[in-house]
């Protein structure tokens, strides 16, 4: 008697692998040749015409791309036959068509017809979470649990990666929970109970089954870890001492254990303790000389600390190694090179970066070294020559090109590349920011309101959009009423801006209110000691009789940003 309703060879011709999707159609005598062959290959075994039927029926909907009427066809055949074989087919088909209430009643008359198939099983635990029924599966997953014990713990293990996307992450606890009663002495058991509590926000929880672990396991990293990132998590002060505290006491007993070490160098980073972290990296580095995860750490540290040689020594070392985001380790090299002054060879870094998240930054940096390097046409063509790989990188090419633009004096060249790239885009926020603010500097008044309305149409809540709006007006003592109200309601939206507060305070002072105006403008230039503020303050203070104030404020802000326009022609007006 047949163990299955065809021949291997014979069933590979007729049913696609896991995952294959829906097969493309054959061209006309292609499939009809193909159908014809699997018709004479089925009445060769035997089969009833009705299961030839269905077979041929299932597979022209297939080729056809009707997936619904093929997973029909499959779910009758594997009824019929109860077939493992053709039942699993159907499931998988069933599955791809997130048709979960007929892939699960097939796969449970799979795992009747065949109770300690693993593969069944574990088919009926993944079709059960991508259904959302998490409460059904206690049963299949104690199963395999307890039908797998050499794999227990790291079964356990995985049992946060598999409820990963549930929503509930209350319910993966519960569960969790309930899997772990069975095994009171495994370290794994706690552990993954430990992660489900910390995902599920219950830190206090989290932090107690994590030493549960600990306490079965002490030499075991992954509990120390963890428990080290949930201090880190809590509320209140000491936090990062105490992690400190617990990651340097599993060193001293394991002084070779890595990722602890690594840890403890990131905590020590977060915590501004420099010189310390330096030393657990410098001890990595002996340990684990040709770990990229350790070496980039290590570069970045240096750079941060203008140690340069060290930075660049590191980078060059991951570029040796198989490390996936060799375009960051470039714009780094970049960043380092032209630090120590040396522009030609951090072009060169920066025109390798090929992708990756430095991608625009090194095209915008490498375009501001030709310029600087009086190579401004090249320049530009740099920047019109690189790829986009989405609608957010196009604008964000365009806003560099205008920037370097804008930068080479050339303003209404800014304002057409700008609007071009709007008109690609007509509702990119970015784009109708920045071509507002182009108008402005060319004196469209109309088109840059215009474009700001749009925006705040757009995103009621940009500040930004707001300030640029009310200021515009403000600066030129245009309706100074609407011009308050439009900065007002920036600042509700960002009351710590120190720029938003500069045009409060520059609003108030058109207004004729100099002591209001003062007030809000010292405020803002003691947030950040900015040129423009400066000058507005210096305005204000004169006006107030306080001259010997204003000049010493303008000299001094003169000295960080001698070439600042509004600062300049702020002097010109009061100190011709």
Wanted: aromatic share 6%; glycine share 6%.
């Amino acid at each position: 008697m047949r163990s299955r309703l065809l021949p291997s060879l014979l069933f590979m011709a007729l049913f696609l692998p896991a995952g294959a999707g829906v097969l493309a159609a054959p061209s006309g005598q292609e499939a009809a040749d193909r159908q014809v062959a699997q018709a004479r290959a089925a009445q060769a075994e035997g089969l009833t015409g009705q299961v030839v039927f269905q077979l041929l029926l299932g597979e022209v909907a297939l080729q056809r791309g009707q997936l619904e009427l093929a997973v029909s066809a499959y779910r009758d055949l594997a009824l019929r036959t109860r077939d493992p074989d053709v039942i699993k087919r159907a499931v998988e088909l069933a599955g791809g068509a997130r048709q979960y209430g007929i892939a699960l009643e097939l796969v449970r008359l799979w795992t009747e017809i065949e109770p300690e198939s693993r593969e069944a099983r574990q088919t009926l635990a993944s079709l059960l979470i991508m259904a959302g029924r998490i409460e059904e599966l206690d049963p299949p997953v104690s199963q395999m649990l307890a039908g797998d014990p050499d794999n227990l713990g790291d079964n356990f293990m995985a049992l946060n990666r598999m409820l990963a996307r549930h929503q509930d992450k209350q319910a993966v606890l519960d569960f969790i929970e309930r899997m772990a009663q069975s095994y009171p002495t495994l370290p794994q058991a706690y552990y993954a109970l430990a992660l489900a509590a910390l995902n599920a926000g219950q830190l206090e929880r989290a932090r107690f089954e994590a030493r549960r672990a600990r306490g079965l396991k002490p030499d075991w990293e992954l509990p120390v870890l963890l428990e080290a990132q949930i201090i880190l998590k809590e509320p209140g002060e000491g936090r990062t001492e105490e992690a400190r505290r617990l990651l340097s006491d599993y060193l001293e007993r394991q002084p070779g254990a890595v990722e602890v070490r690594l840890q403890l160098a990131r905590v020590l980073i977060g915590a501004r303790q420099y010189a310390q972290a330096r030393q657990q990296f410098e001890q990595l580095l002996r340990q684990a000389p040709d770990n990229p995860d350790v070496i980039y750490p290590v570069a970045m540290l240096a750079l941060q600390e203008q140690d340069l040689e060290t930075a660049r020594t590191q980078l060059a070392r991951l570029l040796e190694l198989p490390f996936p985001d060799r375009g960051a380790v470039r714009f780094f090299l970049g960043q380092v090179e032209e630090a120590a002054g040396n522009p030609a060879a951090a072009l060169e870094h920066y025109r390798q970066v090929a992708g990756g998240g430095q991608y625009l930054a090194a095209r915008g940096r490498a375009a501001q070294l030709l310029a600087q390097m009086g190579r401004r046409e090249e320049a530009i063509a740099f920047l019109r020559r690189s790829e986009a790989r989405a609608p957010q990188e196009k604008a964000q090419l365009a806003q560099l090109e205008a920037q370097l633009l804008r930068e080479l004096g050339q303003y209404a060249a800014a304002h057409a590349t700008l609007a071009a790239a709007l008109k690609l885009q007509p509702e990119q926020p970015d784009l109708l920011y920045d071509t507002a603010l182009a108008a402005e500097k060319l004196g469209n008044l109309q088109e840059m309101e215009t474009l700001l309305k749009k925006l705040i149409r757009l995103q009621p809540d940009n500040a930004h959009a707001y300030n640029a709006l009310g200021y515009t007006l403000a600066d030129r003592n245009l309706r100074l009423k609407e011009a308050r109200e439009l900065i007002e309601k920036a600042t509700r939206l960002a009351p710590e801006d120190p720029f938003i507060m500069d045009s409060l305070g520059w609003v108030l002072y058109r207004q004729g209110r100099l002591q209001e105006a003062r007030a809000t403008l010292e405020r803002a230039y003691a947030i950040k000691a900015d040129p423009e503020i400066a000058a507005h303050l210096g305005e204000v203070l004169w006006r107030l009789g306080l001259r010997a104030e204003a000049q010493a404020l303008w000299q001094q802000a003169l000295e960080q940003a001698p070439g600042n326009e509004t600062l300049k022609s702020t002097l010109k007006k009061f100190q011709p």
